[in-house]
Every structure is written in structure tokens, then in C-alpha cells.
């Protein structure tokens, strides 16, 4: 029997637990590209949208600044170092320390490579499905700070009276 609770856990521990983490998200990544090619946006945007529907979010009116106001309170809470903003049609994002950049440098990953770019389209899927309208991501930059932005397109979903 293990007589380690997460409570008696150590620095090394966590450490361990990083760059195992690290690991199984680079074989995930790397397995998705070779299965779903060039599908691999669309997988990300699902798993976004279907994500969405766990997060504790429900809006009244599911605006894209609402949407993006909900979001940043519910990654802040997981501890995710986020701001974000509307910019005419667009969310402009930025993450300080941003989880995903961490992961490729601990596995020499390209930063804005898949990872970040599965990452930028899972979080459009969570907007999109706030939203009710498809958002598409553009990377502004990547590193120790990762910026990027979602255009929404389509009109916003009508009213039922």
C-alpha cells in the first residue's frame, strides 16, 4: 500500500509528475497529428465544445464578451495566468506562464506548433460553444507569454420570445 497523500507530497513529486505529464501530452499530440491529419483543427474545436458543456458556465446572454468574461474567471480559478479583451469582432487572449508553452519546452517541442495550435483551437471550441457562433484562432505569439486571437464569424444566434 502507498502511504503518499497529495498532501504529503514533495517538490521532486511534483516535478515527476510534470514531466510525466509532459510526455503523455506529446505522445497525444504527436498520435492525433498521424490519425486525424489535417482534421486535427476540427478534432480540438470539438473537444473544446464538448468541454464547454462541463465548465461551470451558464449565460444568459451568450455573447462573445460574456462568453470571454466567463472564461478568464473559470482558468483564473484553475490557477491559468489569463487576460482577455474584445478588439472589435475578435478576442485578443494572452496567458503569461502559459501551461501548454511549458509542456514544449520540457519535450523541445516547436512553440506555436501543434500543441499550441490544438490548445488555441480547443479554447475557440469553448467559445464557439458559448457563443453559438464558429471562432477561428490566430496565433499572435508564442513563448513565455502566448497571445492569440478568436474571430467570430456568423450572426449572433436569434432570440426565441
Known amino acids: 500500500m502507498i502511504e503518499t497523500s497529495e498532501l ?3 517538490a521532486e513529486d ?3 509528475a510534470f514531466i510525466e505529464v509532459c510526455f503523455l501530452l506529446d505522445m497525444f499530440v504527436d498520435t492525433i497529428e498521424k490519425f486525424v491529419g489535417k482534421s486535427t483543427p476540427s478534432l480540438a474545436v470539438a473537444a473544446g465544445r464538448k468541454m464547454a458543456g462541463n465548465m461551470p458556465i451558464y449565460l ?3 455573447t462573445p464578451e460574456n462568453a470571454l468574461s466567463e472564461l478568464v474567471r473559470v482558468f483564473r480559478i484553475q490557477q491559468m495566468e489569463i487576460s482577455a479583451e474584445m478588439q ?4 485578443a487572449i494572452t496567458i503569461d506562464h502559459c501551461p501548454i508553452g511549458s509542456v514544449c519546452r520540457e519535450r523541445k517541442m516547436e512553440l506555436d506548433g501543434a500543441a499550441c495550435q490544438m490548445f488555441h483551437y480547443y479554447v ?3 467559445m464557439a460553444e458559448f457563443t453559438g457562433r464558429p471562432a477561428r484562432p490566430r496565433t499572435i505569439s508564442a513563448g513565455d507569454t502566448c497571445s492569440f486571437n478568436l474571430a467570430f464569424a456568423g450572426a449572433p444566434p436569434s432570440r426565441q420570445a
Open 124 to 126: 475557440a471550441g469553448i
Open 88 to 91: 472589435g469582432k475578435e478576442a
Open 60 to 62: 444568459k446572454d451568450p
Open 14 to 16: 511534483h516535478d515527476k
Open 8 to 10: 504529503q507530497l514533495t
